[in-house]
């Protein structure tokens, strides 16, 4: 693997988005922790989820930064803004005193952009900010993260967001799935809390995550209640339902209409590490996109996972081996985080029947196909969670591949980045550095709308950028001449960018191309000629290779 | 209590309790005079029953039950009930319904609970035991019906706590503590307002700040009196170790009193008042011979030191302080020298038990008996007030024989200075005392009506000694405002909002207002309200009765003030300055002075033709009017506190020379024009002129001839881009200001309109009227061209259509005149220097409590964020990150940790409000 800053020493990673987040970091922690033994690694939390990184894993040091408290203050104006600004001067006092030699910015934010900045940390991955304040993202594979998230490049990725942290991170050597330490006391809580239950079934034990972070990513309580009743009445199934005590209301539902003395509810009654030692107790855990779901990956217990509504199996799935996964196949997901819905008709495409019978299915043991009669490939993908073999999670589908028309576009960026960017021999590689070439665009061009356009925009970009050397070297140039190069260079970027939007398949090569010419450094015309000569060359060859890649899939 | 004030009644109630004043009459004038301020300003909803604490022998009572329907007076001491009830049926008033009640001292028993509209009491409270205070108060909450008012006379300074038995003692009591004190008891402090008293420079000098005290009943209050005399007395309640005795204070008054009889030729009264000495004292075991004897000594001595001073060579100890003088301030020496008197006052010097003291007239100079030990308690007391005790520079106006600065050198660290207003009071205090150390010490000394030393650090404080103000009043007022001036020039950054009218032509003026202040760099709104004026102008269409148009249009005004309010609690202001018809009412203009903001009327209107100041003025603390005499006169009595004179001006920006193209001059030029509206005697002097080559442009000008070939495009509005080019292309301008009474010319025309100095700040000729007030702004005949009469104006037009050179001469003058003196931002700059001069206290205060100036201080650890708000303070930003973060622009070089910070905040507060407004979902 490729790897920036291999060598690490006194290690900060700044996590300060959501529980789900804190536990998909652990890979990389291990990671680091695997590649440099003797490495001390910090993690900066948002303060709520403090408590959870101490049943984590390879975490040497715990700092927390209270939001709540910064917002507070800052909503209260006058003297709260100085309480505010005190609070993070002291903070970032602290954290400077720390000497660290790497950060990793795991959160893509503006404020944790310039926190990094303020740090002043040598050697850093992710996201950070330059002198001027604005947002830089140094690493190819932060860069690819952005591409990847972007609402019209998400369905072309299938390569999980840990890997992509974890390679921004520089780290190869990792567990292959999240971790949690299952605390002595929190297994005796665990245990005692079953005992508790009352259970009359004998059958499997499995937990039920019904709240999710976003009303549209949870399933409707109805078709948790049917789903469920399928599992007490038919497989004899003791249920557990699990959940925060802000869920209560979505909970109860599901109680009353089950009626069952085999349904308990957990709801409340666990803190993290105590969820972390339940869901270690059972065989399944049924669950949408959620931070539990994390947990139960991280405890060794499988899930069962929906991915409803903005939520990307591909994406953020569960990161270990042999989980379900569920993907609605519909016009208008996966649709966009930030927006609500009124209609989420994705979830009326799994059946509680469905997820009854994957549940069971995965208690007996691993799941690898299941019929379309089961799972309609044209209204849900089903699909396994499985790591490749350069470590990298992927999903395979199960049910059939027939319906996904992005597949093929998918496997094809899967093996460019994975070649270009982490270095990998992946099948069919082309090789690198080589100049473009009329007969390979011939070549790439076959079944990718626009690819040709973009390659023709990078090689004139290249052209552009020789010319523009020769006329910045070129002290008897004319300053209109270099202008009259900028507007080209301009219209060609923009050319580039908008090509992206029209084709979507090649969205993801233009939008590593923006990002790429946006954190450019320096000021030295020369040297900002070369890097960009480098970027056009870089597009070219993704171009080339995807294009390779997409024919051979 | 009772037994003393009997005993006082008895002997002489008119010098015990209404301040010596020699005939009946006089005492019920006075009486009048004092309830008028007790209720001056206080909205009576109820008229029926009024109640007086400590009503004396009722001089308030008969002024109240004029205005009242019943009143009650109490009073603890049966005797001076009595002699209430004597001399109100003196009055032989059968109407007078008037009951008087004795009672405990400390309670209103008999008075049934909320029954009273207005409870008061004057120069009685602060006699009275701390814990007889308080108890009234819960039994003011009592009896006070639920819409009623307690106005109470107390005393504001530093808190005072004599004896319990001292009922003469004046106590005072700090602002804080009064307004928990009320609070407590079941009140709302609603008003603290300066009253006038007797005595008011005795009271200045002992740092009694008298003052009413406004209260409406709240919520239900403590009961426990323990708690509220906790409070009115946060450093204790164990009383003051006085120097003398309450007896002894008491003869001591007596004894002062029957000297003067004495001097005054009432030898009965002066006997009578010794014999009370003598009965009193005994009954206190003091000696009255010892009395007498020291009334002897000190005539004696009086003698004596006079007497000394003559002898023992004045001029030994004037030579030696001469010395120090010239070598420190030599301007003084030479004026001294030179005997140039500043005023011509007789200063005569006095012996007293502790030094000489000056006397000017009836007013002693410093303290006529103990001038070292009243030096050292003014210079205590100064030194604790709060608004002295910090800051690094006193400025004493005063100088007197220096008893008083002597205290204030010798100890402490602050500089001090002094102004003196008469050089003969310094001559004749280097005369009689070695004021060597003194001159030594002083920072600076000036001899001036109005000046000020040089050195004053803008946080320097300047005091008045009451004295001063009694015999160079307007010298020291003079002085103090300029000093105020000054520093809040230099150190104020009020806010300031501007409210236009509707429409008219004081429309524009708002706006040069508002530019004005811009420039001047200050914090300012410019609230342009004609938006409004479409809704106030559909009431004429919607409603066609009179009355219920105005009441509409009251209700209309209401409505946009309460608008404003709203404005003004999200934005809080320091100042309201509102332009002539601002459309606010009186209501919201109180609520507004209640909340500390300084109200300003800008009254450019003739006050003759507009009379609705006569309603409006006593909302306004200040008041500016393009008249004198009479008008400013006539407003002060409607009730404004401050009123001046301000002529409008001009604004250089829209009011000046424009180069127009051959087509906008044959649209907009002529000879000669007129730009206004057609007032009765601008249509009757412009009908003469039909024949000439003459354009008139603007509102209500008749169709009929001659005016329908005289009046341009239709008589419509025109913009003062519009205007201006008129004026450009004229060559004679001319400017009658308006009158709907008189023909031609107002012979008793004053104010000048803005027009005049619009033209003159365009550089342009023109032809104005003349009127009593413009020789002040300009130079008739040199920069601008008058006339007086009709017919003057006729031959004045032909002479100077002929003389374009001489034309051309006066508007340049004119224009010269006009950007050097007649500006808006002069006039903005006169105003705020007015307001400042007086209110600078007050704005200070409001500057103090400005949240920058906490966050400032709280800012200290990182100088260069504490930079960053002091430079948001001073730009009048509100206090919020927003203001902190405005000019940190990215991309324009490297920022620097604070702004790194700073930005990280911004960016935290929109991530949170993002991810509060679109769920939790986002990962980015």
């Not at chain 1, 803190?271 to 539990?292: M, N, W, Y």
């Not at chain 2, 007649?822 to 409001?846: C, V």
């Not at chain 2, 910070?901 to 929109?910: C, E, M, N, P, Q």
């Amino acid at each position: 693997m490729k790897k920036r800053h291999p060598h690490k020493n006194k290690v900060l990673l700044v996590n300060i988005t959501r529980l789900g987040d804190m536990l998909q970091a652990t890979p990389t922690i291990a990671g680091i922790k695997r590649e440099n033994p003797d490495c001390h690694t910090t993690v900066l939390v948002e303060k709520q989820f403090a408590d959870i990184c101490h049943v984590l894993p390879n975490i040497d040091r715990v700092v927390s930064i209270d939001l709540n408290y910064t917002c507070r203050s800052l909503a209260a104006e006058q003297s709260g803004i100085i309480d505010a600004y005190k609070y993070v001067s002291e903070l970032v006092d602290g954290l400077q005193e720390e000497s660290f030699d790497y950060c990793l910015n795991m959160s893509s934010s503006a404020y944790t952009a310039l926190l990094l900045k303020l740090l002043n940390i040598p050697k850093t991955g992710g996201w950070t900010a330059d002198e001027e304040g604005y947002r830089v993202i140094e690493s190819d594979w932060a860069r690819l993260f952005a591409t990847s998230v972007h609402y019209q490049n998400r369905q072309y990725n299938s390569l999980n967001l840990v890997d992509v942290f974890r390679c921004s991170a520089d780290v190869e050597d990792h567990p292959h799935k999240l971790q949690v330490n299952i605390l002595p006391e929190a297994k005796r809580y665990a245990e005692d809390l079953i005992r508790s239950a009352g259970f009359t079934n004998f059958g499997p034990l499995i937990a039920v995550q019904a709240g999710a972070s976003q009303a549209k990513r949870q399933w409707s309580p109805a078709l948790f209640v049917e789903m469920v009743k399928i599992l007490d009445r038919e497989y004899n199934a003791r249920i557990i339902l699990t959940g925060s005590p802000k869920e209560i209301s979505i909970v109860q539902p599901i109680l009353d209409g089950c009626n069952s003395p085999n349904v308990f509810s957990a709801v409340g009654k666990t803190s993290i590490p105590q969820l972390a030692a339940l869901l270690k107790e059972c065989q399944v855990l049924v669950t949408g996109d959620t931070g539990p779901m994390h947990i139960s990956v991280a405890a060794g217990t499988p899930v069962v996972a929906m991915f409803l509504a903005s939520a990307y199996g591909f994406e953020t799935g569960p990161y270990s081996e042999g989980n379900i996964v569920l993907q609605p196949v519909i016009g208008c997901g996966p649709c966009n985080p930030n927006k609500s819905c009124s209609r989420p008709d994705c979830h009326d495409t799994i059946s509680p029947r469905l997820m009854a019978d994957l549940t069971m299915a995965r208690v007996a043991g691993e799941v690898t196909s299941i019929s379309r009669e089961q799972a309609d490939p044209r209204s849900v993908m089903v699909y396994r969670s499985v790591f490749d073999q350069y470590g990298f999670c992927d999903l395979k589908p199960i049910n059939s591949s027939d319906g996904d028309s992005f597949a093929r576009y998918r496997d094809a960026y899967r093996k460019l980045w994975l070649n270009d960017l982490g270095g990998y021999e992946v099948h069919g590689d082309v090789g690198s550095r080589k100049r473009l070439s009329r007969s390979s665009l011939a070549m790439a061009d076959e079944g990718v709308d626009g690819l040709r356009e973009i390659a023709d925009c990078a090689q004139r970009g290249q052209e552009l950028m020789r010319q523009l050397k020769e006329q910045i070297l070129d002290t008897r140039a004319p300053g209109s001449i270099l202008q009259r190069t900028n507007l080209e260079i301009v219209k060609l970027d923009r050319d580039i960018e908008e090509l992206g939007y029209h084709y979507e398949p090649i969205g993801a090569l233009a939008k590593m191309f923006m990002f790429a010419k946006e954190n450019l450094a320096g000021s030295d015309p020369l040297s900002l000629a070369s890097q960009m000569d480098s970027v056009y060359h870089n597009l070219g060859r993704w171009c080339q290779k995807f294009g390779h890649f997409y024919r051979e899939s | 209590m009772r037994q003393d004030w009997d005993r006082r009644v008895e002997h002489d109630y008119r010098f015990w309790i209404a301040n010596e004043i020699s005939s009946q009459s006089l005492i019920w004038e006075e009486g009048e005079r004092d309830f008028s301020q007790i209720i001056s300003g206080i909205n009576l909803t109820n008229r029926d029953v009024a109640l007086e604490i400590g009503c004396g022998v009722g001089r308030m009572l008969p002024a109240a039950n004029e205005i009242f329907r019943s009143v009650i007076g109490v009073d603890v001491s049966p005797r001076a009930i009595s002699k209430a009830k004597e001399l109100c049926e003196s009055l032989n008033q059968d109407s007078l319904q008037i009951d008087l009640i004795n009672t405990t001292g400390s309670d209103l028993q008999g008075v049934p609970s909320k029954s009273i509209d207005l409870v008061w009491s004057f120069a009685a409270l602060p006699h009275m035991p701390t814990r007889i205070f308080a108890a009234y108060l819960t039994e003011i909450k009592r009896v006070l019906r639920e819409t009623g008012v307690a106005r109470l006379q107390v005393f504001v300074g530093q808190q005072d706590n004599p004896a319990e038995s001292d009922t003469l003692r004046m106590r005072a009591y700090t602002e804080s503590a009064i307004k928990k004190a009320v609070t407590l008891a079941g009140l709302k402090l609603t008003a603290i307002t300066q009253v006038s008293m007797p005595l008011q420079e005795l009271l200045e000098e002992l740092y009694l700040q008298p003052v009413l005290i406004t209260l409406e009943p709240d919520q239900a209050g403590s009961k426990d009196l323990d708690e509220i005399v906790a409070v009115l007395l946060p450093q204790g309640a164990e009383p003051e170790e006085a120097d003398i005795s309450c007896t002894e204070f008491e003869a001591w008054i007596a004894l002062h009193y029957a000297d003067r009889l004495y001097q005054d030729g009432e030898y009965d009264r002066a006997k009578s008042a010794l014999e009370y000495v003598a009965q009193h004292c005994r009954a206190a075991e003091v000696d009255v011979r010892e009395a007498l004897k020291k009334l002897s000594q000190l005539a004696a001595e009086r003698q004596v030191s006079a007497h000394m001073a003559e002898t023992q060579g004045k001029t030994e100890i004037y030579d030696a302080n001469c010395e120090v003088l010239k070598r420190r301030f030599p301007e003084i020496f030479n004026q001294l020298s030179a005997e140039l008197a500043t005023q011509n006052l007789q200063v005569e010097v006095k012996a007293s038990v502790e030094g000489p003291v000056l006397w000017v007239g009836q007013t002693c100079l410093d303290h006529p008996e103990k001038p070292v030990l009243a030096g050292d308690t003014w210079a205590k007391r100064a030194r604790n007030d709060s608004r002295l005790a910090k800051c690094p520079h006193i400025v004493v106006v005063g100088f007197a024989a220096g008893y008083h600065l002597e205290s204030l050198v010798n100890n402490g660290t602050q500089v001090i200075s002094c102004v003196e207003t008469s050089l003969e009071v310094l001559r004749k205090a280097l005369e009689v005392r070695d004021l060597r150390p003194l001159l030594e010490k002083l920072a600076s000394l000036t001899i001036s009506e109005n000046g000020l030393p040089d050195n004053l650090e803008p946080d320097a404080e300047i005091i008045v000694r009451p004295q001063n103000l009694v015999i160079a009043g307007e010298a020291a007022q003079t002085i103090s405002r300029n000093f105020n001036s000054r520093r809040g020039s230099a150190n104020l950054r009020p806010k300031i909002a501007v409210l236009g009218p509707l429409h008219g032509g004081t429309l524009p003026i708002g706006h040069y207002t508002t530019s004005a202040l811009n420039k001047l760099g200050k914090a300012v709104r410019g609230l342009d309200m004609s938006g409004f004026n479409g809704g106030f102008e559909m009431i004429n269409s919607l409603t066609k009765n009179d009355i219920r148009q105005q009441v509409c249009r009251q209700t209309y005004v209401e409505m946009v003030s309460s608008i404003l309010l709203e404005s003004f609690t999200e934005k809080p202001i320091d100042i309201l300055i509102c332009m002539a018809q601002a459309p606010i009412s009186g209501r919201a203009l109180s609520e507004l002075r209640r909340k500390g903001v300084i109200t300003v009327l800008w009254f450019v209107e003739d006050y003759l033709r507009f009379t609705y100041w006569k309603d409006y003025a006593k909302y306004f603390d200040y008041v500016f009017t393009i008249q004198k005499g009479e008008c400013i006169d006539a407003i002060r009595k409607a009730g404004a506190a401050n009123v001046h004179y301000l002529p409008t001006a001009c604004d250089p920006v829209i009011h000046a020379p424009v180069s127009l193209t051959p087509e906008e001059r044959a649209r907009w030029g002529s000879p000669i024009s007129f730009v206004g509206a057609g007032y009765h005697n601008r249509r009757q002097t412009f009908a003469s002129l039909a024949h000439l080559p003459f354009k008139i442009w603007g509102t209500e000008w008749p169709a009929c001839k001659p005016f329908d070939r005289l009046i341009q495009e239709a008589g419509r509005r025109l913009t003062p881009e519009e205007y201006i080019k008129i004026f450009n292309s004229t060559d004679i301008n001319l400017n009658l200001h308006s009158s709907n009474e008189r023909d031609g010319v107002d012979p008793t025309g004053d104010f000048i309109n803005p027009r005049t100095f619009e033209l003159a700040a365009c550089g342009v000729f023109q032809l104005v009227d003349e009127r009593s007030l413009l020789a002040e702004v300009f130079e008739a005949g040199k920069e601008v061209a008058t006339f007086s009469t009709v017919a003057e104006l006729k031959d004045k037009i032909s002479y100077y259509m002929e003389h374009p050179e001489e034309r051309e001469i006066i508007a340049r003058a004119g224009r010269a005149r006009a950007l050097k003196d007649h500006t808006y931002e002069k006039r903005l700059e006169q105003m705020l220097e007015i307001i400042y001069g007086a209110s600078y206290q007050q704005l200070r205060q409001r500057a103090s409590e400005n949240p920058w100036v906490e966050m400032i201080r709280k800012a200290e650890f990182d100088p260069e964020l504490r930079e960053r708000c002091e430079r948001a303070f001073a730009r009048g930003d509100e206090p919020q990150l927003d203001g902190l973060v405005a000019d940190i622009a990215l991309g324009q070089g490297q920022l620097t940790e604070t702004e790194q910070k700073l930005l990280f905040l911004f960016h935290v507060r929109k991530q949170i409000i993002r991810m509060e407004h679109e769920g939790a979902g986002v990962r980015n």
